[in-house]
C-alpha cells in the first residue's frame, strides 16, 4: 500500500498544513498555533489551570510550559480561586484578550473559505468519517 493510499496519511497532510498555516500567521504576532488553541480555550471570566489540559487534549508537562510561556508573554495571569484557595484560575490579561480575538478571527476565516469551498454535504461527511475514526481509536478496536 502506498502511502497516498492510507487514510492516516491524508489526515497527518492535511494537519501539517493547517498547522503550518496556523503558525505562520500566529508568528506574526509572537504566537504559535498552541498558544492560540490555549487561549481560545481559557475562558472570558477565568479556567481552572487543571481544566485547560483536558480541553486542549495536553500532558501536565507541555501545559506547565504552555501557561509558563502565556504568563511570561503577559497573555495571562493566574488568581487563586476565591471559593477555594487551592485551585488556580488563569485569566486572559488585556493583552491576551486581543490575542485570543485574533487568534478567533483566523479560525473563523478559515473556516468561512473551507465552507466556502467545499459544500455542506461533503463537510458533513467528513466529519461524519473522522468521527467514525475517533470512536474506532477511542474503543481500542484498531489492534485488536
Known amino acids: 500500500m502506498k502511502p497516498q493510499e492510507t487514510v492516516d496519511f491524508h489526515i497527518r ?5 493547517i498547522s503550518r498555516m496556523y503558525n505562520t500567521k500566529a ?4 504566537g504559535t ?3 492560540g488553541y490555549a487561549l481560545l480555550n481559557i475562558d ?3 479556567t481552572p489551570s487543571t481544566k485547560l489540559g483536558p480541553k486542549m487534549g ?3 508537562r507541555s501545559l506547565t510550559r504552555m501557561i509558563k510561556s502565556l504568563e511570561e508573554n503577559g497573555w495571562i495571569e493566574k488568581r487563586l480561586d476565591e471559593k ?3 485551585l488556580v484560575n488563569l485569566h486572559l490579561t488585556e493583552n491576551g484578550k486581543k490575542m485570543r480575538n485574533r487568534s478567533r478571527d483566523y479560525v473563523i476565516a478559515f473556516n ?3 465552507q466556502e469551498e467545499i459544500n455542506k454535504e461533503d463537510i458533513k461527511t467528513c466529519f461524519k468519517v473522522l468521527n467514525k475514526v475517533n470512536k474506532l481509536i477511542d474503543n481500542n478496536k484498531i489492534f485488536k
Do not use: A, C, L, V
Open 13 to 17: 497532510w492535511s494537519w501539517y498544513n
Open 27 to 30: 508568528n506574526e504576532f509572537g
Open 33 to 35: 498555533m498552541s498558544i
Open 44 to 46: 472570558i471570566g477565568g
Open 58 to 60: 495536553m500532558e501536565p
Open 84 to 86: 477555594d484557595k487551592r
Open 112 to 114: 468561512n473559505k473551507i
